[in-house]
Antibody
Framework: EVQLVESGGGLAKPGGSLRLSCVAS????????MSWVRQAPGKGLEWVSS????????YYVDSVKGRFTISRDNAKNSLYLQMNNLRAEDTALYYC???????????????WGQGTTVTVFS | QSVLTQPPSASGTPGQRVSISCSGS????????VQWYLQFPETAPKLLIY???QRPSGVPDRFSGSKSGTSASLAISGLQSEDEADYYC???????????FGGGTKLTVL
């Protein structure tokens, strides 16, 4: 079964850090571009970051640049999001998703995890 | 405010055909393929349309996508009660180097 399972969410104080993980199974992770997408409570979807299969190209939404780092370990079929200097506005459900397509720009997210919740509060 | 503009709500009766619009610009919809996602409450989004008008396997042909210039549209024919959900469009923005989403459209089946 094709599956993505996120973990690592939780509570953090403003300025704190969290590391999200996403473990893939049922497909060839090493050949897949991947993304993180978040959804604040009661709000719409917001793309956070994408990474190509070999980590050659990485992209971030402006609001997280310099604070979040996406990475992957293809040997462990795992995707990560290191979140530093967290802000209240980072509070959201974070999904990892597989990107399918000829490129990041032309890709679509066809497999999604169930999400992990990040809450930033003082 | 989202880069892509969708109506916040849409509605229809069972059996009807409804359309949801998504307006962008030359740097996103005008240049890159559009995707559509649907999301039921408390569940992860699901890919509905990719590459402007392609359906993944398992998506009924009641759902169709189209694009013209800097606007895209999702059409649902033969509306069913189970189509009641939130629908989002998305496209890569070449100027922002970012994937941008519409704000989402809540579809109500009356």
């Amino acid at each position: 079964e094709v599956q993505l399972v996120e973990s690592g969410g939780g509570l953090a104080k403003p300025g704190g850090s969290l590391r999200l993980s996403c473990v893939a199974s049922g497909f060839t992770f090493v050949n897949s571009d991947m993304s993180w997408v978040r959804q604040a409570p009661g709000k719409g979807l917001e793309w956070v970051s994408s990474i190509t299969d070999t980590s050659s190209f990485i992209y971030y939404v402006d609001s997280v640049k310099g604070r979040f780092t996406i990475s992957r370990d293809n040997a462990k079929n795992s995707l990560y999001l290191q979140m530093n200097n967290l802000r209240a506005e980072d509070t959201a459900l974070y999904y990892c998703a597989r990107l399918r397509g000829p490129s990041i720009a032309a890709g679509a997210m066809d497999v999604w995890g169930q999400g992990t919740t990040v809450t930033v509060f003082s | 405010q989202s880069v892509l503009t969708q109506p916040p709500s849409a509605s229809g009766t069972p059996g009807q055909r409804v359309s949801i619009s998504c307006s962008g610009s030359r740097s996103n919809i005008g240049r890159n393929p559009v995707q559509w996602y649907l999301q039921f409450p408390e569940t992860a989004p699901k890919l509905l349309i990719y590459s402007d008008n392609q359906r993944p396997s398992g998506v009924p042909d009641r759902f169709s996508g189209s694009k013209s210039g800097t606007s895209a549209s999702l059409a649902i024919s033969g509306l069913q009660s189970e189509d009641e959900a939130d629908y989002y469009c998305a496209a890569w923005d070449g100027s922002l180097n970012a994937l941008v989403f519409g704000g989402g459209t809540k579809l109500t089946v009356l």
